[in-house]
C-alpha cells in the first residue's frame, strides 16, 4: 500500500509561528511539546489528513531550523497520545485517538417545536413557482403517458434546459451530454459506481459535503483529504499543489471537489485554479468530478465559469459535472444531472439499470419549467440570503464573538472556528437548549474538525437569532472542557 507523505515545507506553512503562541512555550510546556500541540491542532483542524506520514525527522529539523532531537520527541508524544500510529513495516501515520463517541440526542418531529434546525443547509420552497411549474408540468404529462414511461437519461425537455444553460455559462453543451438523475447524490453515486472500484482512492476537499463521505465510503472506496485553508482568503484555500501531489502519490482514478460556493466555507475558486485543476485531471489521467449544486447561490460576486470549460477541448472527459435543483429551488425536487462525455453517460445508462430505470417524468417536467425561466426568482432568493447572511453574522458578533467565521461568496452557511475543539460535545448539548446542530467532524475524514461547526443561514432572520442565542447558550455549559485533554490554551 502507497503512503501519502506530507512535505515539511506544507507542514511548516500550516503550523506557522508554533512557538510564539501564548502558552505554548513555557518551562513546563518546551519546545518539543509545543510542536506536538502544534501538529495536534493541525490534525483537530484538518490541515492535516489522516492516513498520511509526517515528514521525516531530518527534514523537518532542516525546514523548522531546530534540532532532530526535539523532532523526535514531538513525535514521541504524538504516538503516546494516539495522533500517530506505526505499523510494522510501514511509515507512521496520522490518526485521531479513540474516545467514546459523544452520545447525541435525537430529536422527533413535534417533539419540539420551539427547537431551531441548523443542521440542514437548504431553503424552504417558493411556494408559488413550485406549485406553478408542477401544474404546468400536469399539463405536458400527457404526451408521456402512452408511453412505458422509463426515461434512463432523462426526458427530452429538461436535458435541452439542462444544455442550454451550460452554453449560456460559456461551456458548450449538447443533450447528449446529460443524464437526469433523482438529485445530485444520486448522481455521484452512479458516477462511484462506474468510475471505481472497492479500495481505490477519491480526492475529495477537506473539509467537505458530508454524503458525499457516505457515498464513497458505501462503495468501498476511500477518501483522500487535501485541506482547503478558509485563512489562505478566497480562492487561494484550494491547495492546488497538494491536489496535483495527492493525486500522483496515491494513483487517485477520480476526485470530487467544490470550488463553485463550497459546502461547507461557501468558498469559491478563481479562474486560474480552475484551468490548473482541469490540468491536474488531465496529467494525472483523473476523473474531476465537480459538484455544482451550488453554483445558482453566489451571493458576492457569479461563479467564473464552469472548470470543464478551462480544460482542453471543453474537458470533455476528464471533467465531468455534477448539478442539482436542491439548493437552488427546494430539496423535495428530487431532479438532478450529470454532464459528461456522451461515451461516459451511455456507461452510466447501463450500470443505472441496476438502481432503478429513471427519474420521474413529473418531476422533470416541473424542473425543466422552473430552470428554463428563473432569473427573478434566483435574484430574488439570493437577496433574502444576503440579508440572512448578515443577520447571522451579527448573531454571532454579539453572542460569540470569539468565533471566527470564514464568509465565502456564496452558498448556504459559515464554517466557523471555535477556540476549542469540542464540535461533537456541543452538538450533543445543543438540542437541549433549543438548536440542533451538524458537527464539524461530519465533514471530515475520521474525527477531523472538531474545532469547527458550519451554521447555515438559509432559515427566516428570527430563527437565526434564537438559534445563535441557543448555540452560546450550550457552548458556555461546556466552558470546564478539560484543558490538558485536549491540548488547547484557553
Known sequence: MITRVLGARTLT???????????????????????????????????????????????????????????TSAYSVLREEGYLVTRQGSRSTVAIPTRPAAVVRAHLPGAESSVVDLSYAAMAAPKEEIESAYAAALESLGRYLPTHGMEPVGVPELRE???????????????????????????????????????????????????????????????????????AGGAAAWDLDGIRSAARQTAARMAYLIP???????????????????????????????DETMVDLWLDAP?????????????????????????SFWGGLRVGWIRADPTLIARLAGARAAVDLGTPVMDQLAAARLMADDADLLDRRRAQLREQRSTLLGA?????????????????S?????????????????????VLLAAGPRFGVEGAFERFLRLPYARPAEDLRRGVAAVAAAYATLAHHDVERTGVVL
Open 303 to 327: 461563479s467564473p465559469g464552469s472548470v470543464a470549460s478551462y480544460g482542453r477541448g471543453g474537458a470533455k472527459t476528464e471533467v465531468v459535472t455534477i448539478g442539482s435543483t436542491a439548493k
Open 161 to 231: 434546459v439542462i444544455a442550454e444553460r451550460y452554453c449560456a455559462r460559456g461551456l458548450s453543451t449538447t443533450p447528449d451530454q446529460i443524464m437526469v438523475t433523482s438529485g445530485a447524490q444520486h448522481a455521484l453515486r452512479l458516477l462511484l459506481s462506474v468510475l471505481t472500484a472497492p479500495g481505490e482512492r477519491v480526492l475529495v476537499d477537506h473539509p467537505t459535503y458530508p454524503n458525499a463521505l457516505e457515498a464513497i465510503r458505501r462503495v468501498g472506496a476511500r477518501a483522500v483529504p487535501v485541506p482547503v485553508r478558509p485563512e
Open 414 to 434: 459559515l464554517w466557523l472556528r471555535m477556540p476549542t475543539p469540542v464540535s461533537s460535545a456541543l452538538a450533543a448539548t445543543a438540542p437541549s437548549h433549543g
Open 13 to 71: 506553512r500550516d503550523l506557522g509561528n508554533w512557538q510564539d503562541r501564548p502558552g505554548r512555550r513555557t518551562a513546563a510546556r518546551p519546545t518539543y511539546r509545543a510542536l506536538a500541540d502544534g501538529i495536534r491542532m493541525l490534525v483537530h483542524d484538518g490541515r492535516v489528513p489522516l492516513g498520511v506520514a509526517l515528514p521525516s525527522e531530518r527534514e523537518l529539523a532542516s525546514v523548522l531550523g531546530v534540532s532532530r532531537t526535539t523532532i
Open 260 to 290: 463553485d460556493f463550497h459546502n461547507p466555507t461557501g468558498l469559491c475558486l478563481d479562474g486560474p485554479g480552475r484551468a490548473r485543476l482541469a490540468e491536474t485531471a488531465r496529467e494525472t489521467r483523473m476523473t474531476l468530478v465537480v
Open 396 to 412: 454571532l458578533a454579539e453572542h460569540l464573538p470569539g468565533w471566527e467565521p470564514t464568509v465565502g461568496a456564496g452558498g448556504l
